[in-house]
């Protein structure tokens, strides 16, 4: 029996689990905030404190990181969403403070391949999308029933693609990009600015759920923009299914919203939509079936 601990690591919460790999079943489970810090060393510190307590029980370690994962290298597509750090040596720092093999990917591509194999088998999906909408909006891509990592690790960064050409700077340099405008940071920024307070996209989702209409409208804009770019995926890479996911992702009502946003388009455009089954824990197990596979051939 073979156990994995499973990090993932995002830009408002860090988690880390033990695996069992032959039932895919969490055995222990802890979280701590992310830091946001510019120096690697804080964020080095924040890891060894999660993953001490685990290390003794572990057969390997798998990741499952916010930002583009290439050759074991985090780099922050959008520092803002890691407090200004942009380049980390993740799986050289995770070694050092396991000892343990270890490997990583993108959370969003983990979380993607999580949500595809546990969709029911022999139900004729072979391209799926996962979206997190959460501190950043992530996605991971399944094309052909094979999850697109890419060349660079940079496959399914979708919350880099524009909405509003005239809209607001990302964090990643580009103008407009539906990170800037839909994430729940998005929905902080854009909460605050609207009632003069210091909000972030929890607070301004729990408006809204109390029916303050600003806030409704903030959600359902949102919604709107996540739906738009589905419609652009679905129609360019014939998507089946979509899979919704993050904390936003997964709040009441937003997966009913974007429903009913594509309901407004031609069917071409709208492709299935289901939340998460995993929950928040589709990136933790994700990157544990994905590497045990790798592990089983050393
Ligand atoms: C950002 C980008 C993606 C990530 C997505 C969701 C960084 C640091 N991250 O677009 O790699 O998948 O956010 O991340 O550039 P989360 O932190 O919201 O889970
Ligand atoms: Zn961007």
């Given at each position: 029996?073979?156990?994995?601990?499973?990090?993932?690591i995002?830009?408002?919460?860090?988690?880390?689990?033990?695996?069992?790999?032959?039932?895919?079943?969490?055995?222990?489970?802890?979280?701590?905030?992310?830091?946001?810090?510019?120096?690697?060393?804080i964020f080095?510190?924040?890891?060894?404190?999660?993953?001490?307590?685990?290390?003794?029980?572990?057969?390997?370690?798998?990741?499952?990181?916010?930002?583009?994962?290439?050759?074991?290298?985090?780099?922050?597509?959008?520092?803002?969403n890691?407090?200004?750090?942009?380049?980390?040596?993740?799986?050289?720092?995770?070694?050092?403070?396991?000892?343990?093999?270890?490997?990583?990917?993108?959370?969003?591509?983990?979380?993607?391949w999580?949500?595809?194999?546990?969709?029911?088998?022999?139900?004729?999906?072979?391209?799926m999308?996962?979206?997190?909408?959460?501190t950043?909006?992530?996605?991971?891509?399944?094309?052909?029933?094979q999850?697109?990592?890419?060349?660079?690790?940079?496959?399914?960064?979708?919350?880099?693609?524009?909405?509003n050409?005239?809209?607001?700077?990302?964090?990643?340099?580009?103008?407009?990009?539906?990170?800037?405008?839909?994430?729940?940071?998005?929905i902080?920024?854009?909460?605050?600015?609207?009632?003069?307070?210091?909000?972030n996209?929890?607070?301004?989702?729990?408006?809204?759920?109390?029916?303050?209409?600003d806030?409704i409208?903030?959600?359902?804009?949102?919604?709107?923009?996540?739906?738009?770019?589905?419609?652009?995926?679905?129609?360019?890479?014939?998507?089946?299914?979509?899979?919704?996911?993050?904390?936003?992702?997964?709040?009441?009502?937003?997966?009913?919203?974007?429903?009913?946003?594509?309901?407004?388009?031609?069917?071409?455009?709208?492709?299935?939509?289901?939340?998460?089954?995993?929950?928040?824990?589709?990136?933790?197990?994700?990157?544990?079936?994905?590497?045990?596979?790798?592990?089983?051939?050393?």
């Amino acid at each position: 029996m073979s156990i994995c601990l499973a990090v993932d690591i995002g830009g408002t919460k860090m988690a880390a689990a033990l695996v069992d790999c032959t039932s895919q079943r969490i055995i222990d489970r802890h979280q701590i905030v992310t830091p946001k810090s510019q120096q690697p060393e804080i964020f080095s510190a924040a890891l060894a404190s999660l993953l001490t307590p685990f290390i003794a029980s572990a057969d390997f370690v798998a990741i499952a990181s916010t930002g583009i994962i290439n050759n074991g290298i985090l780099t922050a597509l959008n520092p803002a969403n890691l407090g200004g750090l942009n380049r980390f040596e993740l799986v050289d720092d995770v070694q050092r403070i396991t000892n343990l093999p270890t490997y990583a990917m993108n959370d969003a591509q983990a979380a993607a391949w999580y949500e595809f194999i546990s969709l029911t088998p022999n139900n004729n999906t072979h391209n799926m999308l996962f979206i997190t909408i959460s501190t950043g909006i992530g996605g991971g891509l399944v094309l052909n029933q094979q999850l697109q990592t890419g060349a660079r690790g940079i496959s399914g960064h979708i919350g880099h693609t524009v909405v509003n050409a005239n809209g607001p700077v990302c964090g990643c340099g580009r103008q407009g990009c539906i990170e800037k405008l839909a994430s729940g940071t998005a929905i902080g920024e854009l909460g605050s600015a609207l009632f003069k307070h210091p909000y972030n996209g929890h607070q301004v989702y729990q408006l809204a759920l109390d029916g303050n209409k600003d806030a409704i409208s903030i959600i359902h804009s949102s919604a709107a923009a996540v739906a738009e770019l589905i419609a652009n995926l679905t129609i360019s890479l014939d998507l089946d299914a979509v899979v919704i996911g993050g904390s936003v992702g997964l709040a009441p009502h937003y997966c009913k919203y974007i429903q009913q946003y594509l309901n407004e388009k031609p069917e071409l455009y709208r492709p299935r939509i289901i939340s998460a089954q995993a929950g928040g824990d589709a990136g933790l197990l994700g990157a544990a079936h994905w590497f045990a596979r790798q592990e089983s051939h050393t």
